[in-house]
């Protein structure tokens, strides 16, 4: 594996390759890449002369842009996440480098870490300590008492400080409109991208109905106008029809999961511009193997709820002209199957469909469009290079990342088994 910076060296002309842009709709032939720094120059279907640069024989492979995943939690190393308790920080930041390095190798190039992700971690990424993708994180997640944040046994009264342990860090419980600002300030305080709060029931939390509506009007009004004010905006949690018609009503640009979405809901959507995360990849573990690692069956029954719900919904917000991102949304060990949502939604959509909803959406999710998820001239040069069409076969862009011939992030070679032009 190479590991070469070259975004202060010599420049980059990527030739010989079959060029995958989510805007083309198809693969096509004929084209060069050349990078200087961290961006893309220049794409053309002509060649492109640069005596400066350093050529990359592609061997007429694939090169398309790096991955981007809409919806993760690096520190969620549990399946069963009150396990956590038992995990002091230093171990919970450990594993969670791993699961920010296992990502990259798999050709995320950026992340949107949906809750417990902090700036310590992002700030190790991108000074170079630990390998990753790029991060655009939430904080903590917020929710209520008794919500989809609060995983806490029926004994525990609360914990004693954010520091004690991995659950704590993770979540935040918090109750009223001034409290709810409070929350929401402290973690833009503290770095955050984007806010994420819990408007209804969840599969992972033990004690919430799945169809319960969490947070007022006036909670949720507050997390978004505080938001809003910083630059920023709410991430919510929602399943039900109900929920998500509340959440968009309120200001909150996307809705995490959306599984039990309706007509109405998704129309309402259409028309505020707002985004689904869909997550189908996560309800399939889960029933699989989520009690191998302790899920208790309640969780399992919701679980069981939400899977067909999840189906459907990518049709009706296709039909609805809802835009849906990629996220997977795995905790624990059954974050390996990270890649496996293309080939999940694939049954059901056309494979372009589905990597744009990896690359294009997942840029305008993160607010970066035409900085990533694209190769053109500008954009960050995040890409990978795939043995064979992901189009005809996108089992291709499973397997942790065997099928990827080189990552690149910024410009730079995470990996690399390609040769150099003589």
């Given at each position: ?62 090169v398309m842009p790096g991955l981007i995943d809409s919806h993760v939690h690096s520190m969620h190393s549990e399946v069963f996440t009150r396990r956590l308790e038992e995990v002091p920080l230093t171990l919970a930041s450990a594993r969670g480098a791993k699961r920010l390095k296992d990502m990259l190798d798999r050709g995320f190039t950026t992340v949107r870490d949906a809750g417990g992700t902090d700036w310590g971690m992002k700030q190790a990424v991108e000074q170079g300590l630990i390998p990753g993708p790029r991060l655009f994180i939430a904080g903590r997640s917020i929710g209520p008492t008794g919500g989809h944040s609060d995983g806490r ?270």
């Open positions: 594996m190479s590991k070469t910076d070259t975004r202060t060296g010599t420049p980059i002309l990527l030739k010989n390759l079959l060029l995958l842009e989510p805007s083309f709709g198809e693969t096509r032939g004929g084209y060069e890449i050349l990078i200087e720094g961290e961006k893309i120059r220049e794409v053309s279907d002509a060649p492109i002369q640069s005596a400066s640069a350093d050529v990359v024989d592609c061997g007429g492979k694939v046994s029926r004994t525990n009264p609360g914990y004693p400080c954010l520091c004690c342990n991995g659950q704590a860090f993770l979540r935040l419980i918090v109750d009223g409109e001034d409290a709810v600002r409070k929350a929401v300030r402290e973690q833009m305080r503290q770095g955050t991208d984007h806010i994420k709060i819990m408007v209804s029931g969840g599969v992972a939390s033990p004690y919430d109905p799945l169809m319960s509506e969490q947070f007022s009007d006036a909670e949720i009004s507050a997390a978004v106008e505080e938001a809003d004010a910083f630059g920023r905006y709410v991430a919510a949690h929602a399943y039900s029809a109900s929920a998500i018609t509340r959440a968009v009503t309120l200001g909150v640009r996307t809705i995490e999961h959306g599984n039990l979405i309706d007509e109405a809901a998704a129309a309402l959507m259409a028309e505020k511009g707002a985004y689904v995360v869909a997550n189908l990849v996560a309800y399939v573990a889960m029933k699989e193997r989520a009690a191998d690692y302790g899920m208790l069956p309640e969780m399992l029954e919701k679980n069981e709820m939400v899977i067909e719900g999840g189906y459907r919904s990518l049709e009706i917000c296709k039909a609805a002209g809802v835009k849906v991102g990629y996220g997977s949304d795995l905790l624990g060990a059954l974050a390996e199957d990270q890649s496996r949502e293309f080939a999940i939604r694939a049954e059901i959509q056309p494979v372009i469909d589905v990597i744009r909803s990896a690359t294009t959406i997942g840029a305008e999710i993160v607010r970066r469009p035409g900085q990533l998820g694209t190769i053109s001239p500008g954009a960050w040069a995040d890409l990978i290079v795939v043995d064979g069409d992901p189009l005809a076969d996108v089992s291709l862009l499973e397997g942790q990342g065997r099928h990827l011939a080189a990552i690149m992030k910024g410009g730079a070679f995470y990996k690399n088994r390609l040769g150099k032009s003589a």
